[in-house]
């Protein structure tokens, strides 16, 4: 049951105008929903705008660290590199401060220098040293439609705006150090008089303009199970190609037996399973849904490296087979493509065939997990 929120106290504006207050260098508030009904929120700007009154600002009154949202390949270009292991979250990058032209680098100016050093058209690695104190995130390619967050979102504000697609965010804290509430959020607004704006909208605004997947084929295939309706998606990021297999009426107002499953070789071909570690199968998916006669089954099609398949097996000769929470390694790319199929085929609530875990991006695509259905539960109707 969500709770009273930021968008009750303060009506959000349109995606349309976040745009412009980006555009003309202002600093907003995007509020971000949680999948427990909570919202939490950011300031950000477009980053070819920022001085030091802003990063002051952030620093002192919105409390949160202060980041540098940039794209994947402006991350490249300037050669930086992972804060931790790529394999589990590459996306934080280590710490940065410009190479020339500041003090100690800690100083709201010398940080506005660094960020402004960052996302220079003609930037190179030499230009920056590290570690500093300006924190880079790169975001990933296709933006909120991918993983609905901060990054994201304030990357794709700068770029609707014909800016440099790079934003500032700080995260708004409260006195005691926490993420604030909604409250502490419509308190920090009306104070600061800052714009109110909501991700899940942007998100809407994207969708509506740009998607990252495409309908290319669809029709009737007959199963062991009885018959579906095939629908095959490409992303126009990489060009991989998805499934999604469909029955019965779908409905954004009814929940809907959803399976959003990503391919793993070892799994899938050979169904190593373990009394610990137990996953629905896609066959097994494909029967339930069946079963209840209406349902989603969404195949998400994991390019696999030799590395890939050899984790694979060393998981499964360890004893240590990948379950549906261990999944959530493939990352939020995975997450924003099912979203976006699921909305496409018309799925609003979901009863999500899969371990009970947090899929926050969900939120922002119009989605919600009403339940989760283990595998060995009876179907309905049995």
């Known amino acids: 049951m969500r709770g009273t929120t930021v968008i009750d106290s303060v009506p959000p504006v349109s995606a349309d105008q976040l745009i412009s207050e980006f555009r003309h260098g202002e600093m907003v508030l995007l509020v971000l929903d949680q999948s427990d009904g909570e919202q939490t929120a950011v300031v950000a700007m477009a980053a070819e705008y920022c001085e030091a009154d802003h990063i002051t600002f952030m620093a002192r009154k919105a409390r949160g660290l202060v980041s540098l949202a940039l794209t994947e390949e402006r991350c490249e270009q300037l050669n930086l590199p992972p804060m931790v292991d790529p394999a589990t979250s590459g ?107 909501r991700v899940t909208d942007l998100v809407d605004y994207r969708l509506n303009h740009y998607r990252t997947v495409d309908l290319i084929r669809s029709g009737t295939i007959t199963t062991r199970h009885g018959d579906f309706m095939l629908s095959v998606y490409q992303e126009s990021t990489q060009g991989h190609v998805h499934m ?75 004893a240590d087979l990948p379950n549906d929470s261990q999944q959530r390694s493939v990352g ?40 989760f259905v283990e595998p060995g539960a009876v179907a309905s109707g049995q």
């Open 91 to 197: 996306a934080v990058k280590l710490s940065i401060e410009a190479s020339t032209g500041i003090e100690t680098g800690i100083s709201a100016a010398d940080r506005a220098r660094t960020v402004h050093v960052a996302v220079a058209p003609d930037a190179t690695p030499s230009d920056l040293v590290q570690p500093g104190h300006i924190f880079p995130v790169a975001t990933l390619t296709g933006g909120v439609l991918i993983r609905t967050g901060a990054a994201e979102a304030g990357v794709d504000l700068a770029t609707l705006a014909g800016l440099t697609p790079a934003a500032v965010v700080a995260e708004v804290l409260d006195e005691s150090g926490d993420l604030a509430n909604a409250a502490a959020l419509v308190d920090f607004a009306d104070k600061h008089n800052l714009t109110v704006g």
């Open 244 to 318: 999604a297999l469909s029955v019965g009426d779908i409905r954004v107002d009814m929940p809907t037996l959803v399976r959003v499953h990503t391919t793993a070789s070892i799994r899938d071909l050979l169904s190593v399973t373990s009394a610990e570690q137990v996953s629905w199968s896609i066959q097994d998916s494909l029967r339930r849904v069946a079963a209840e006669g209406s349902g989603v089954v969404v195949l998400i099609n994991k390019e696999e490296s030799d590395a890939d398949l050899l984790a694979q097996v060393d998981a499964v000769l360890g």
């Open 332 to 371: 939020y790319s995975q997450v924003g493509m099912g979203a976006q199929i699921l909305r496409d085929l018309g799925v609003g609530k979901i009863r999500l065939m899969g371990a009970p875990v947090k899929y926050n991006a969900l939120e922002g695509f119009g989605l919600e997990v009403v339940e």
